[in-house]
């Protein structure tokens, strides 16, 4: 059991620029989530995938997030023409089922310049 | 008002100390909780499970009060590595059901 793995670690752009970030489940989890963590705050729940199936998108996803987990395997987080404000930890979580606890990455941190 | 708060502390307490941690919920469908621990620009990881019969781990007890709306977490014999932030979470039922929604933390240093 390798965990649940993100790529990459850390990712510095410029604003406008896009990025992508990769989430690998823990092999065999049908549950898949991405949440965001600024500073002194918990995380904030994004959106969810069963297998490859997005069945769920918080309002702080905005029209430039875009998410995909198109095999029910690996996921990808795109945004398109970062803000200063998408400057954040982005975590990948993974779980068996809806009731099951959530094992998360370590995160792909994000700075915007 | 957040659907899960908590005090974000810090809580500075020596060595060996026992030290309570409250969490409140205004969802009532939230179908169960947990704690979770954060280390300092690390991922949260599990700590425990929140039961309404109450949760026991060795120095940690967890306790579920859903008429009040209300969790708590004790922490007895303080260890030097028990300084974290610990995250009250519940997890959605009904249509939204396996979202996590975390609270803001409450941050622990344990001192010699």
């Known amino acids: 059991d390798t965990g649940v793995s993100q790529n990459p670690r850390h990712k510095i752009t410029k604003r406008g620029q896009n990025v992508t970030f990769r989430c690998d489940p823990i092999s065999e989890h049908n549950r898949l989530y991405w949440y965001r963590q600024t500073l002194g705050q918990g995380p904030e729940f994004l959106t969810y995938?069963?297998?490859?199936?997005?069945?769920?998108k918080s309002r702080l996803l905005s029209d430039r997030f875009s998410a995909e987990r198109p095999k029910g395997s690996f996921s990808t987080l795109e945004i398109q023409r970062t803000e200063q404000g998408d400057s954040a930890m982005y975590l990948c979580?993974?779980?068996?089922?809806?009731?099951?606890?959530?094992?998360f990455g370590d995160g792909t941190r994000l700075s915007i310049l | 008002r957040k659907e899960v708060e908590q005090d974000p502390g810090p809580f500075n307490v020596p060595e060996g100390a026992t030290v309570a941690f409250n969490c409140t919920y205004s969802n009532s469908a939230s179908q169960s909780f947990f704690w979770y621990r954060q280390d300092c620009r690390k991922e949260p990881k599990l700590l425990m499970s929140v039961y309404s019969s109450g949760n026991e781990d060795g120095r940690f007890t967890a306790q579920l009060n859903r008429a009040s709306q209300y969790i708590s977490l004790l922490i007895r014999d303080s260890k030097l590595s028990d300084s974290a932030t610990y995250l009250c979470?519940?997890?959605?039922?009904?249509?939204?059901?396996?979202?996590?929604?975390f609270g803001q933390g409450t941050i622990l240093t344990v001192h010699p």
């Open positions: 979580a993974s779980s068996e089922t809806g009731n099951q606890p959530q094992h």
């Open positions: 995938f069963q297998n490859e199936a997005q069945l769920e």
């Open positions: 979470v519940g997890l959605a039922g009904g249509t939204s059901y396996g979202k996590l929604t």
